[in-house]
């Protein structure tokens, strides 16, 4: 069988000396180059065709993951085993529907299959001066074709960086060197276990035929997420002076920005994790004490999820093990206020047991299991005064707007599934019915009510605020995008502006102003900037700019642009617009971090003369 190859080993270039200096000479300006090996070629409907594969011979790269347990000059026999071994495990299951059929892996879910560096072509407007320093994006770009089926959280991380000022803006993007991404790319085929391996009597066999690998020490741990061998797919977070990209479940992985607009991976920031499964892809900063809160969480074992608290220089000062949890979760956010943070047990869990009995996937929604928010004091160094308030509904809870403390209630917003299935065929799993609703908990009576904010039908996804205001009572704005409900896979052609005050009233009134990104045009999460960066030269909460990538699929181009949206006015023309120099896959999630933060992530504690 052959594994799928679409990414080859590639030297990486070091940190260099041009980044002294604003932009790079023009020099320094790397090639559009490829390091893929295949071609995701993009026909006149948008769909990504046939991808060139080519598998490369080459045994003796995978000489160090076999370790001493076998003599070198077997590893090649062991290597052909094994992907027998696979090839029976497809054969005998029904067969890879994931490597034609899958939707993450068409049009512009699709991977790139080059890392790029060059300058972006201005299409409207400018740049507001106080723009100047770098937008990054992280989010999925597969570097291995599937062997059975494929769901894009899996997918290895790459982050697309604008770097903004001067007079010129530049485009870089590279893959996140996890020590996954390393292994997997030198042996050609995927070797850890993948959630769409997780289905039916296939993810058994999987399961056991990884483990057995771990016992030869051809891959490490369980085969499941271990520290550094995750994605690092999902976020970027800037921690003292450091820039981390998080996937959940593993550790953060510190990456440096260039001004040649490239990111650098540096290494696996353990020491972030120890005593913890992994942090959150989402976690919170209190502006108020300048402590980092965050979470892990893990299966099969308890405890099922551990709280971390760090201080600013970015070290871990505690951990809390939360053995009252009661299932294995999957949890992707949590909420904070001013003096607790909230866990969310949804009904989203691993079930292994679901995934043999049902043929169904090893995260299920569980409707007969409780949704429970924890509420813990930031302050608590154990789970003595953890209190837990059952929800009324089962359900599951993926990003959060924001958290407050409100009258005695602790008031949380954020997004509502009724339903979800990972192991939907054709990315189903998005058309489920959810909202952006607010839980108003009584911290007397222990009781939680539910209101909904948007209108049914508008799906909204990736809430954003002004940061400036979480944790804030008084908060008033939120921006969500929404869905183009004929595209399939769903995606996201507009950006709503919601007055929270208003819509927790009337929902019908709720959502002020949107902007649509154009015709057949499609973006993610948009982060908002606040126009000046001393909160007291804005004019209101509302005074900033939304900025993101979106896609135009007109006519099949598959154009990519950085946009800049006026967040007060919602104006439909943008600030600015920039044309990429190649394709932006959609992704998750991103930062903007200001020109005084970029230099001190290079390690500049001065600006350059």
Request: glycine share 8%.
């Amino acid at each position: 069988m052959q594994g799928g190859f679409f990414v080859g080993p590639e030297q990486y270039t070091p940190f260099s000396q041009h980044h002294h200096s604003i932009f790079p000479p023009a020099r320094c300006v790397r090639p559009r180059r490829r390091v893929c090996q295949w071609s995701c070629r993009i026909d006149s409907e948008g769909n990504a065709g046939e991808q060139d594969v080519q598998v490369r011979k080459e045994p003796n790269k995978t000489a160090r993951f076999y370790g001493d347990v076998i003599d070198k000059s077997q590893m090649r026999s062991v290597d052909r085993v094994f992907q027998v071994l696979e090839a029976a495990v497809v054969a005998v299951t029904g067969g890879p529907r994931g490597r034609n059929e899958s939707p993450w892996l068409q049009g512009n879910f699709g991977p790139v299959a080059y890392e790029v560096e060059g300058e972006c072509e201005l299409v409207l407007g400018a740049l507001p001066e106080e723009l100047h320093g770098a937008y990054m994006r992280n989010g999925y770009n597969s570097a291995l074709r599937p062997l059975y089926d494929y769901h894009h959280f899996e997918a290895d991380g790459m982050i697309h960086c604008v770097r903004l000022g001067g007079d010129k803006v530049r485009y870089g993007n590279r893959f996140v060197r996890t020590k996954r991404f390393e292994l997997e790319t030198k042996v050609g085929r995927p070797m850890m276990v993948r959630i769409s391996d997780l289905t039916g009597i296939r993810g058994l066999m999987t399961l056991a035929l990884r483990q057995v690998q771990c016992m030869m020490g051809i891959i490490p741990g369980s085969g499941m997420i271990t520290k550094g061998y995750g994605t690092g797919n999902t976020s970027i977070i800037l921690q003292g002076d450091k820039l981390y990209a998080l996937q959940e479940g593993d550790a953060p992985f510190e990456i440096r920005g260039l001004c040649s607009g490239a990111v650098e991976t540096i290494r696996v920031a353990e020491e972030l994790v120890e005593g913890m499964p992994g942090a959150s892809s989402h976690p919170k900063y209190d502006q108020k004490n300048g402590y980092l809160y965050s979470f892990g969480y893990q299966v099969p074992q308890k405890p099922y999820v551990t709280i971390g608290r760090y201080r600013e220089d970015g070290s871990l000062e505690r951990t809390v093990p939360l053995m009252t949890v009661q299932n294995p979760t999957l949890m992707h956010d949590f909420a904070m206020t001013e003096n607790y943070i909230v866990i969310m047990e949804t009904a989203l869990q691993f079930d292994f047991k679901n995934m043999v009995v049902n043929n169904d996937n090893a995260i299920t929604l569980n409707k007969n299991a409780p949704t429970r928010f924890g509420i813990l004091g930031k302050n608590d160094t154990d789970e003595s005064k953890l209190t837990w308030v059952e929800l009324p509904e089962s359900c599951w809870i993926s990003h959060v707007a924001n958290a407050a403390e409100v009258d005695g209630c602790i008031q949380v917003d954020a997004i509502h599934y009724s339903d979800l299935d990972f192991n939907a065929p054709n990315g189903e799993e998005f058309i489920s019915e959810r909202n952006l609703c607010r839980w108003m908990i009584n911290l007397e009576t222990g009781v939680a009510e539910r209101a909904t904010l948007s209108l049914d039908g508008l799906r909204p996804e990736f809430p954003v605020i002004n940061p400036l205001y979480a944790c804030d009572a008084d908060y008033k704005w939120s921006w969500m995008l929404l869905v183009d409900d004929l595209a399939n896979p769903p995606k996201f052609s507009s950006v709503a502006k919601m007055d929270m005050n208003t819509a927790a009233r009337d929902r019908q009134r709720g959502i002020v102003a949107s902007i649509k990104f154009g015709h057949e045009t499609y973006g993610n999460e948009l982060i908002f900037v606040p126009r000046f960066q001393e909160p007291e030269r804005c004019i209101s909460e509302d005074d900033g700019y939304l900025m993101g990538f979106i896609n135009d699929e007109a006519n099949g181009d598959h154009t990519s642009y950085f946009v800049v949206y006026d967040a007060l006015t919602m104006d439909q023309t943008p600030v600015c617009k920039y044309r990429l120099p190649q394709r932006v896959p959609y992704g998750l999630h991103g930062i903007f971090i200001n020109e005084s933060q970029f230099q001190q992530q290079l390690g500049i504690t001065s600006p350059p003369a």
